[in-house]
């Protein structure tokens, strides 16, 4: 793995052969029915800018095989092959990526506009031209100029149209870049953010805070007797629950807020500018709200039963972590589940 590690210490590709490779990569992450997550985007980098020769072959012998190109497979080269500098290729090729599009754009954009006043400034010339009878070869002038421009404008034309679609690959390009980034931050079941979303968000608000001061509460829900809601209705059921809970909290929540699933039927919910009462009351009207809900099967309308959250709330002390700050919204919401569920607790500390 050393020889590898040199491989991937920068990359020094150009332009061009960057769009090159990202033109190929994204077909693949399609043809192959694939998350477009980062990882799976480093493997087919890593794969079409070949100095990853294991890597290459690995792929090159599965595909010879005829086995199914799988995110898990990927995930597997991944770790196999690029994992020792996990961190370090995904931000790379990232940014590669992102300078790739903004460099592309803007050549696009400056190279569009002087095309059409270049060809401005010769019709304009024409014109003055073709006004002007003095002379009696200003015709013969007049008529080479007026062609000249007319075949520079065919040419400009022809040039502006493929900047048309050189800006609308890129813009599609840069989607599906900004699709991947946000599904690499969200949770596929619910579309609630990650844990690496919420971490993300948490450095944000941290941050906002910082500058102008406000209070920060967090929120940590989860679903009572859940293995039961599975054992019972079995696990499509179950995610039907799990997608309902999200659901509220989404419609519960408003402004800066987050909710991001944590874990199978845990949730983890950020918000910012809100002090320790206005969050209490907040976990209040999202427990009441899933308690009077009522969850039925689609094919017989047969109710699943009554389901219902614990919830622990903590309020950010002064620098603390995240993971500070979850634990302590987790001792509470501990006793919630202690005191017979289907309840709000206050961090012992903070009450």
């Known amino acids: 793995m050393a020889g590898d590690q040199n491989k991937h210490q920068l990359y020094t590709e150009s332009v061009t052969q960057s769009a090159d490779i990202l033109r190929l990569v994204i077909p693949q992450i399609s043809k192959h029915k694939l998350i477009a997550n980062p990882i799976n985007y480093a493997v087919w980098y890593e794969y079409y800018l070949a100095s990853n020769l294991q890597l290459k072959q690995a792929i090159d012998k599965n595909i010879e095989n005829g086995t199914a190109i799988t995110n898990e497979l990927l995930e597997s080269f991944f770790e196999t092959h690029i994992t020792?500098?996990?961190?370090?290729?995904?931000?790379?090729?990232?940014?590669?990526?992102?300078?790739?599009?903004?460099?592309?754009?803007?050549?696009?954009?400056?190279?569009?506009?002087?095309?059409?006043?270049?060809?401005?400034?010769?019709?304009?010339?024409?014109?003055?031209?073709?006004?002007?009878?003095?002379?009696?070869?200003?015709?013969?002038?007049?008529?080479?100029?007026?062609?000249?421009?007319?075949?520079?404008?065919?040419?400009?034309?022809?040039?502006?149209?493929?900047?048309?679609?050189?800006?609308?690959?890129?813009?599609?390009?840069?989607?599906?870049?900004?699709?991947?980034?946000?599904?690499?931050?969200?949770?596929?079941?619910?579309?609630?953010?990650?844990?690496?979303?919420?971490?993300?968000?948490?450095?944000?608000?941290?941050?906002?805070a910082q500058e102008t001061p406000f209070s920060i509460s967090l929120l940590m829900v989860d679903i009572d007797h859940f293995k039961k809601v599975n054992d019972t209705h079995g696990h499509l059921i179950g995610d039907k629950v799990i997608k309902f809970v999200a659901d509220t909290l989404t419609m519960q929540l408003k402004g800066q807020d987050t909710a991001s699933r944590f874990g199978g039927e845990e949730y983890v919910i950020l918000l910012p500018n809100t002090p320790l009462r206005g969050a209490q009351a907040i976990a209040e009207a999202i427990r009441?709200?899933?308690?009077?809900?009522?969850?039925?099967?689609?094919?017989?309308?047969?109710?699943?039963?009554?389901?219902?959250?614990?919830?622990?709330?903590?309020?950010?002390?002064?620098?603390?972590?995240?993971?500070?700050?979850?634990?302590?919204?987790?001792?509470?919401?501990?006793?919630?589940?202690?005191n017979g569920r289907n309840r709000v607790t206050v961090d012992q500390g903070q009450s």
């Open 288 to 338: 009441n709200k899933i308690e009077k809900a009522t969850i039925r099967r689609a094919n017989t309308q047969e109710s699943i039963g009554q389901v219902t959250v614990s919830i622990g709330v903590a309020n950010h002390q002064q620098n603390e972590s995240l993971d500070s700050l979850i634990d302590r919204a987790d001792a509470a919401l501990y006793l919630s589940k202690q």
């Open 84 to 208: 020792d500098q996990a961190t370090t290729v995904l931000a790379r090729v990232q940014d590669n990526v992102l300078k790739l599009i903004n460099n592309l754009s803007e050549t696009t954009e400056t190279t569009d506009s002087s095309a059409s006043n270049y060809q401005q400034s010769l019709k304009h010339y024409g014109d003055l031209l073709e006004s002007s009878k003095a002379n009696q070869e200003l015709p013969n002038i007049l008529t080479k100029l007026v062609t000249d421009t007319q075949s520079m404008q065919s040419s400009m034309q022809t040039m502006r149209n493929h900047m048309n679609e050189s800006q609308q690959e890129i813009q599609d390009l840069r989607n599906k870049l900004n699709q991947v980034t946000a599904e690499a931050l969200s949770d596929a079941l619910t579309g609630l953010a990650n844990r690496k979303g919420l971490s993300k968000e948490f450095k944000k608000v941290l941050a906002q």
